[in-house]
């Protein structure tokens, strides 16, 4: 294992690293991936732009951005973390991204979300969790709400994507209703 940070049955994360922009680049050219992520992968991109990227996320407190390690194979498959991190209020945005498509539907979004609530809500002591999620990506949804988060609202015709004006909901978890679960 690479440095690993927070670990569970089959994956685990670490410190995301310039030498993982490659693969991440190449991940956007997938677009049932980029319909389902933030805006900022809708414009031009490439390798120079995400090491960039990546040396940002480190120069500022308020962002934890981890690569998926898949154990087995110690293979990068993604990336998750949390951003807009706020010490005086305790809240942090979630975010999610299986990158590599030979991994996702395998139950492994469940354990990367279970192990980093519990590293937001035991560890970072984090009153609340949230995130955007498209309102059209019914499997993610799914997801957060099986883990506890509650849709608390909806942004209209937030963005713009492939020809259509689209919804983004806003959902949330408190440390309260989080089951700590494996």
């Keep these: ?29 997938d677009w049932e991936l980029v319909k389902n992520i933030p805006q900022r992968f809708r414009f031009p991109f490439n390798t120079a732009k995400e090491k960039e990227h990546i040396n940002n996320l480190y120069k500022s407190s308020d962002n934890i951005v981890l690569a998926i390690i898949y154990k087995s194979e110690e ?56 995130l955007e999620v498209n309102a059209d990506n019914i499997p993610a949804i799914k997801l957060y709400e099986k883990a506890g988060f509650k849709i608390e609202g909806c942004l209209r015709q937030d963005y713009y994507f492939d020809g259509e004006y689209k919804d983004k909901l806003i959902m949330g978890i408190l440390k309260g209703e989080f089951r700590n679960s494996e």
């Design 1 to 29: 294992m690479n440095n690993p940070f927070l670990i569970s049955k089959n994956v685990y994360l670490r410190p995301l690293e310039k030498e993982d922009a490659d693969t991440f680049v190449s991940w956007i050219e």
């Design 75 to 130: 293979k990068f498959i993604g990336t998750t973390g949390f951003g807009d991190i706020n010490p005086v209020n305790r809240t942090a945005v979630f975010g999610l991204v299986i990158g590599d498509k030979n991994y996702r539907n395998k139950g492994l979004g469940t354990e990367i979300l279970n192990l980093m609530l519990k590293y937001g809500f035991n560890i970072l002591n984090f009153n609340r969790i949230y």
